[in-house]
C-alpha cells in the first residue's frame, strides 16, 4: 500500500477557492482504480494549511493518478494559489496483516 500525505499553507483570499478545488478533486481521485481512500481536511492548528491524507493500492495506481489530467490541472491551480510550494511525501507501508 501507498500512502500519500501532502499539504500547503493558502493565504485568507484564497482558502474557500482552494477547498472547492481540493473537494472536487477529492471527489474525482476516490472513483480512480486503486484509489483506497482520499480526503482532504483543514488543520485545526493552521486553519489555511490544508492536508491531503490518500491510500492507493500501489505505486502503479499512483503513478497513473499523477497522470490524470485533472489531476494535473488541480495541482497546478493548487499551487497558483499557495503561499509556499505545496508538499507531498510519499510512503510505501506492509497493510495490516502483510507483514
Known amino acids: 500500500m501507498v500512502i500519500v500525505i501532502g499539504d500547503v499553507l493558502l493565504s485568507d483570499d484564497t482558502l474557500d477557492e482552494a477547498l472547492l478545488l481540493s ?3 477529492v471527489d474525482r481521485s476516490r472513483v480512480e482504480p486503486g484509489c483506497v481512500s ?3 481536511h483543514v488543520d485545526t492548528e493552521i486553519p489555511n ?3 491531503f491524507v490518500e491510500r492507493w493500492a500501489d ?10 489530467p485533472a489531476a ?10 499557495a503561499c ?3 508538499r507531498v ?4 507501508v506492509a497493510a495490516k496483516g502483510d507483514a
Open 23 to 25: 473537494r472536487a478533486h
Open 38 to 40: 482520499h480526503d482532504v
Open 49 to 51: 494549511r490544508i492536508v
Open 59 to 68: 505505486r502503479e495506481a499512483l503513478a497513473e493518478h499523477f497522470e490524470v
Open 72 to 81: 494535473i490541472d488541480f495541482a497546478r491551480a493548487l499551487t497558483a494559489l
Open 84 to 86: 509556499e510550494r505545496p
Open 89 to 92: 511525501d510519499i510512503y510505501t
